[in-house]
């Protein structure tokens, strides 16, 4: 697991170099996002169970198959399945804006896990619309607790959504 520190590091130390100008730069820029990254992870923590409830509420409003017989999310235990899944994404997304890196994501997420969806039919659509979702409303609730920039609140959501639609099995 890394985080923009230590990868900035293990990248310099690889080649034998000292701390140059754009190493400086890429640190600046991750200390300065600092404290609002701590704040963000805050939020969440704050409020993961209702982001986690409202994002099903929305992904189910808008995709109801998903819930209905036939559904990858029809009955109790896999409902409650996929809540746990979203609850995933939302704590290791937490993880992933304070160290700066979406390793964590790679390591402890994502790997395998196309597979283990496909070999159980969970659809992977549906899933990356559960993530965006979720990252929406970290987003307003982000910027309501004053967080002006909150550009930086994307990265984890588009870094799982984006391995979830590109990896192939
Ligand atoms: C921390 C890393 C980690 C992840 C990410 C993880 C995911 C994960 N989700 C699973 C199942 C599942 N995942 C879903 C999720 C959904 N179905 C839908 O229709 C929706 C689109 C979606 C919710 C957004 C469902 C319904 C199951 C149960 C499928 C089944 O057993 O038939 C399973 C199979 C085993 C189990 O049921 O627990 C794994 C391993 N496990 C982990 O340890």
């Known amino acids: 697991m890394r985080d923009a520190v230590t990868n900035l590091i293990r990248n310099y130390d690889v080649t034998g170099r000292y701390l140059d100008r754009n190493a400086v730069d890429t640190l600046k820029a991750y200390f300065e996002t600092g404290t609002a990254r701590v704040a963000a992870a805050a939020v969440i923590n704050s409020n993961a169970a209702s982001i986690v409830k409202q994002a099903g509420l929305r992904l189910f409003e808008e995709l109801p198959e998903l819930i209905r017989p036939g559904g990858n999310a029809y009955t109790t235990r896999r409902y409650a399945a996929c809540l746990r899944d979203m609850d995933y994404y939302l704590r290791y997304a937490s993880y ?19 597979e283990t969806y496909n070999s159980l039919g ?22 309501a607790a004053g967080i ?12 799982m959504t984006r391995e979830f639609s590109e990896q192939d099995v």
Do not use: C, W, Y
């Open 96 to 114: 992933a804006l304070v160290a700066g890196d979406n390793n964590v994501l790679d390591e402890r997420v994502l790997q395998g896990l196309r």
């Open 122 to 143: 969970v659809p992977i659509g549906p899933t990356v619309r559960g993530i965006q979702i979720m990252k929406e409303i970290v987003k307003e609730q982000v910027e």
């Open 148 to 159: 002006v920039n909150s550009a930086f609140v994307d990265q984890p959501f588009d870094h």
